[in-house]
């Protein structure tokens, strides 16, 4: 698992790439949060390179997400492949907004 942040604007690209599974989330949450939470900026997340994703992979977004909130700030995902969007949409949809491209996701934060 690798990523990458990227300032777009006022808000944060956190773009992931490979598997999340428990070796990979394990190895890389803190640097995940300790990177997007305590700046508290708008972050969109790039799924779009992740091929896999585990429980504990959502743990880490729902983390994030909230840790963003109690900085006011707000997380949205975007370009998941479609077996990771369908095990999203059965687990945290109501929790993480997700929507198919970076430019809806930088709307969707403004809403």
Same mark, same amino acid.
């Given at each position: 698992?690798?990523? !990458?942040?990227? =300032?777009? @604007? !006022? ?6 790439? +490979?598997?999340?599974? %428990? $070796? ?9 949060? !300790? &990177?997007?939470? /305590? /700046?508290?900026?708008?972050? #969109?997340?790039?799924?779009? +390179? ?6 504990? @992979?959502?743990?880490? *977004?729902? %983390?994030?997400?909230? +840790? ?5 700030? &707000? ?6 492949? /479609? ?6 949409? *059965?687990? #945290?949809?109501?929790?993480? =907004? ?6 809806? $996701? *930088? !709307?969707?934060?403004?809403?």
């Amino acid at each position: 698992m690798e990523f !990458e942040l990227t =300032p777009v @604007g !006022e808000a944060t690209r956190l773009s992931l790439r +490979g598997r999340l599974d %428990t $070796a990979t989330v394990e190895a890389m949450q803190s640097q995940v949060l !300790e &990177s997007i939470v /305590p /700046p508290g900026r708008d972050t #969109i997340v790039d799924l779009s +390179g992740v091929s896999f994703l585990a429980s504990q @992979g959502v743990r880490l *977004l729902i %983390t994030a997400t909230h +840790g963003l909130r109690q900085h006011n700030a &707000s997380l949205v995902l975007f370009g998941a492949q /479609p077996l990771v969007a369908e095990s999203l949409n *059965l687990v #945290i949809r109501q929790v993480i =907004p997700m929507t198919d491209t970076e430019a809806h $996701a *930088l !709307e969707r934060l403004k809403t």
